[in-house]
């Protein structure tokens, strides 16, 4: 039986002794070579299930909209399963609200090749989960630093590389939209008593939207690579976060979604936490 058909077959039952209310998966999108996330409630319909490296969207991004529903299970590659984590230290929903299905993941497609996310991803596997739904994947041997060439450049250059990139925000928020950390119910860019940042496109707002939204990642983004793939102007949004989340490794020891019972770096203090900024 294929991977797939476990899926399939394993949704089907839950949701047939009512062990969830909802399953959620993927099935293929309209479009050839895609697939888009889906909310199955009824056991037929577990029959358009798929898993396959068209399978991007990270899933753990609707846990925090349906939780009030009742139990979920939900497809978890490593990188969902790493949100999950993070969901869970941040108390967005409760282990007893999730049947998390593992699945291992071989790598997202993207125009043909592989996404630069998946690229350099450490943990194809869960970290965490109830259920394996097929084998785990080979462990990949580890990426070369994506940040390299930028971090060879000077201040000013890495300033410019990054000015360029969001020059061509238009703010729509799709980022936002698909990032399984952003649940705020008013996001910081909606406020308007205080404004915190302008909502035009002039490149001052521009990069202090990013630059506020890679802050709030910081110890939390586990380089799932969604925002990046959701954005519709091709930005490397990965760029900020994969800056961050090296900062927060280099300084906390901290890699985000691993560890359950371990507190959020940001959200903990350490003696041992270097404090130069304040000698």
């Not at 969830?20 to 998966?25: A, D, N, S």
């Not at 302008?198 to 709030?216: I, P, Q, V, Y």
């Amino acid at each position: 039986m294929s991977r797939e058909e476990q899926l399939r077959k394993r949704a089907k039952e839950l949701l047939a002794k009512k062990e969830v209310v909802m399953v959620i998966c993927y099935r293929a999108g309209k479009r050839p070579g895609t697939a888009t996330p889906a909310f199955v409630t009824r056991p037929d319909g577990a029959d358009s299930l798929v898993f396959d490296d068209r399978c991007g969207m990270n899933l753990a991004a609707y846990l925090p909209r349906v939780k009030h529903l009742g139990r979920i299970a939900v497809v978890a590659k490593g990188c969902d399963s790493r949100s999950l984590v993070t969901l869970l230290k941040e108390k967005q929903v409760t282990r007893d609200q999730l049947l998390i299905l593992g699945v291992g993941c071989e790598g997202v497609k993207e125009k043909g090749k592989l996404s630069d996310a998946c690229a350099t991803c450490a943990y194809p596997n869960p970290v965490i989960c109830d259920e394996m739904i097929g084998e785990k994947v080979t462990e990949p041997p580890p990426a070369p630093d994506p940040l390299a060439d930028f971090e060879k450049l000077t201040p000013d250059e890495r300033w410019q590389v990054l000015a360029d990139d969001v020059s061509r925000c238009i703010r729509c928020y799709a980022c936002r939209q698909v990032c399984p950390n952003c649940y705020c119910p008013t996001c910081f860019v909606d406020t308007n008593s205080p404004q915190w940042v302008g909502k035009t496109t002039a490149e001052s707002d521009n990069m202090m939207f990013h630059l506020m939204r890679a802050m709030h990642m910081a110890g939390r983004c586990v380089e799932c690579g969604s925002c990046s793939r959701g954005c519709p102007m091709g930005i490397d949004l990965m760029r900020f976060n994969r800056k961050v989340a090296k900062i927060v490794k280099e300084r906390f020891g901290a890699t985000a979604g691993l560890v359950p019972d371990e507190p959020p770096a940001l959200a903990a203090f350490d003696p041992g936490d270097k404090q130069e900024f304040i000698q």
